[in-house]
């Protein structure tokens, strides 16, 4: 089935003013609000729709189950580059590579010994 240029370009823009967003709301202090807007589950939701209509109900759950197995693999990198950044003088950028390569690492252990959970 072949998706329309459109259709990709919606998603596109979808995803976009999700970061436009953020980056308007910390720029202009509300940091709070773009936490939230950071944590909501957005980018899930509007990927639930497109994956439940595109691909069906199995993919869709399928999907689900491995976002809340991922879930906690996210805190591999918002952990570190929290201390990164309060703790250390390192440029923000650094610190936001070394905070993937982190989480990079984690997720690699997990597909190393995701055997354990039976995925």
Known sequence: MEIPVLEYVVKFL??????VGVSYLAHKGDTTLAGILLAAPIVTLTSSFIVGNE???DALTD???SD????PLMFAYLIPLYFLLRKTSLNANIAILLALMIWTIAILAF???R?????
């Open 14 to 19: 979808a995803g976009g003013s999700i970061v």
């Open 55 to 57: 691909s069906g109900h």
């Open 63 to 65: 999907t689900i189950r």
């Open 68 to 71: 809340i197995v991922f879930l």
């Open 111 to 113: 597909f190393r010994y």
């Open 115 to 119: 055997h354990w959970l039976g995925l």
